[in-house]
Nanobody
Framework: QVQLVESGGGLVQAGASLTLSCATS????????LNWFRRAPGKEREFVAA????????GYSDSVKGRFTISRDNANNILRLQMNSLKPEDTADYYC?????????????????WGKGTLVTVSV
C-alpha cells in the first residue's frame, strides 16, 4: 500500500522558517521524482518544487526560488522542503507527490501518488 504522509506544518510569523517532511512507503522511492505542490485557500493547486531520483535535477516555482530548498533521503524514503523567509502568501496546504516520468514536469495531472497534505499558515 502506497503512503505519503506530510508533517511539519503549522502557524508561523512572516519571516520565519519551517521544514516540511514527507514520509513514504509502498513504492520504490529511489526511482521516483518527488514533488511539492500547494493549494492556497480559494486558489488552484500550484507546483512548488521537484527533485529527481538522484537529486541531480531540481526545479522550483518562481514564487519560492531562493527561499525554499527541496531535498530527499533515499536511504530513509523521506522528502523534505526547507522553507525560509516565509510570507503570508505562502499560506496553503502543502502536498508531496511522486511520479515516475523521465524528467521533472511540475504538472499535478502527471503525478502517480499523493499525500493528504499539511497546513502552513503564515501570519503578518
Amino acid at each position: 500500500q502506497v503512503q505519503l504522509v506530510e508533517s511539519g506544518g503549522g502557524l508561523v510569523q512572516a519571516g520565519a522558517s519551517l521544514t516540511l517532511s514527507c514520509a513514504t512507503s509502498g513504492f520504490t522511492f529511489s526511482r521516483y521524482n518527488l514533488n511539492w505542490f500547494r493549494r492556497a485557500p480559494g486558489k488552484e493547486r500550484e507546483f512548488v518544487a521537484a527533485i529527481s531520483p538522484s537529486s541531480d535535477s531540481i526545479g522550483y516555482s518562481d514564487s519560492v526560488k531562493g527561499r525554499f530548498t527541496i531535498s530527499r533521503d533515499n536511504a530513509n524514503n523521506i522528502l523534505r522542503l526547507q522553507m525560509n523567509s516565509l510570507k503570508p502568501e505562502d499560506t496553503a496546504d502543502y502536498y508531496c507527490a511522486a511520479d515516475s516520468k523521465t524528467h521533472l514536469t511540475g504538472r499535478f495531472s502527471l503525478m502517480d501518488y499523493w499525500g493528504k497534505g499539511t497546513l502552513v499558515t503564515v501570519s503578518v
